[in-house]
T-cell receptor, first 120, second 117 residues
């Protein structure tokens, strides 16, 4: 697609429920990133995919959080047993590649509009 | 220690004036990239400008320029001729060399810019 698409845009759930958030990256982008942004804060890294594999999941806060990207395009972030502290905007981003040098500007991240999760 | 520090929670400027948003970073690597993103109230993160650690010239993109001072580890964003539409949250971010895992960006806490007429 033309941009990074995230669904749903808003999700309200009750504590303890299971939630899935979907990200459809820009066509041809091999790298995909999930971030979480709390109110008034900068985005916090969660997980990064290069192709189908999770290249770095060091930002996932605990084992209630899991993400998949089975065919190397669409990704789903899954949150089990949601807690009120999980309430945030979940941002997805993609880039053409993820593996060039850090000093290269080639891999600018393009972000989606985010999924706002509210856990009551 | 924080990797990216943005010390100005809020900045106020009048239309047509220039404004500088501060960013300092912390890394021991020689190879890294610095980015600025804008986040309007709609929530979408918009890429503005990029500076590579080996770039000798300061990056410029239209009204945006990046004042890169490597020895001071600062990468301030300068917006010239501010417009009302510049009112937004601005984030500085850094990418360090890819480890075995990847090359995700690390973001600062942001600065809110308010432009008045």
């Amino acid at each position: 697609g033309a941009g990074v698409s995230q669904t749903p845009s808003n999700k309200v759930t009750e504590k303890g429920k299971y939630v899935e958030l979907r990200c459809d990256p820009i066509s041809g982008h091999t790298a995909l990133y999930w971030y979480r942004q709390s109110l008034g804060q900068g985005p916090e890294f969660l997980i990064y995919f290069q192709g189908t594999g999770a290249a770095d999941d060091s930002g996932l806060p605990n084992d209630r959080f899991f993400a998949v990207r089975p065919e190397g395009s669409v990704s789903t972030l899954k949150i089990q047993r949601t807690e009120r502290g999980d309430s945030a905007v979940y941002l997805c981003a993609s880039s053409l590649m993820g593996t060039s040098g850090a000093e290269s500007g080639a891999n600018v991240l393009t972000f989606g509009a985010g999924s706002r999760l509210t856990v009551l | 220690a924080q990797k990216i520090t943005q010390t100005q929670p809020g900045m106020f400027v009048q239309e047509k004036e220039a404004v500088t948003l501060d960013c300092t970073y912390d890394t021991s690597d020689q190879s890294y990239g610095l980015f600025w993103y804008k986040q309007p109230s709609s929530g979408e993160m918009i890429f503005l400008i990029y500076q590579g650690s080996y770039d000798e010239q300061n990056a410029t993109e239209g009204r945006y320029s990046l004042n890169f001072q490597k020895a001071r580890k600062s990468a301030n964003l300068v917006i010239s001729a501010s417009q009302l539409g510049d009112s937004a949250m601005y984030f500085c971010a850094m990418r360090e060399p890819p480890n075995q895992a990847g090359t995700a960006l690390i973001f600062g806490k942001g600065t809110t810019l308010s432009v008045s007429s």
